[in-house]
């Protein structure tokens, strides 16, 4: 039965590094808001939300809401590759810098 002793530290380069990347930041970024939860709206028309990265506003179908810090992000602030706004974007980029060295 010593095979037993191998379960826990397997861990193979290049499998399951990116999910090891997203718990990293989930610890590292504070949430700003909760997921689910509804983005400001423009206090200046009824139909419209403000993007929290550049302050815009826009209709909702446009902004996103970031897996990482909960911010929501208007197309120009979003990074439609990781699911996350710019600015989480650039912690994982940094991350990565990390990881390939
Ligand atoms: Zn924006
Ligand atoms: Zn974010």
């Known amino acids: 039965m010593f095979w037993k002793r191998n379960l826990r530290p397997i861990r193979n380069a290049g499998s399951g590094g990116e999910d090891d990347l997203f718990s990293q930041l989930k610890k590292e970024i504070t949430p700003l ?3 689910g939860d509804f983005p400001l709206r423009d206090p ?3 139909s419209r939300y403000t993007c ?5 506003p826009a209709p909702l179908p446009e902004l996103k809401q970031c897996v990482l ?3 929501w ?13 710019n600015a989480c974007n650039g912690i994982i980029r940094l991350h990565q810098l990390r990881q390939n060295r």
């Open 33 to 35: 808001r909760p997921q």
């Open 69 to 71: 810090c909960g911010r």
């Open 52 to 56: 929290e990265l550049c302050a815009t």
């Open 44 to 46: 200046g028309s009824f």
């Open 73 to 85: 992000a208007c197309s120009s602030c979003w990074t439609p590759e990781y699911y996350v706004c």
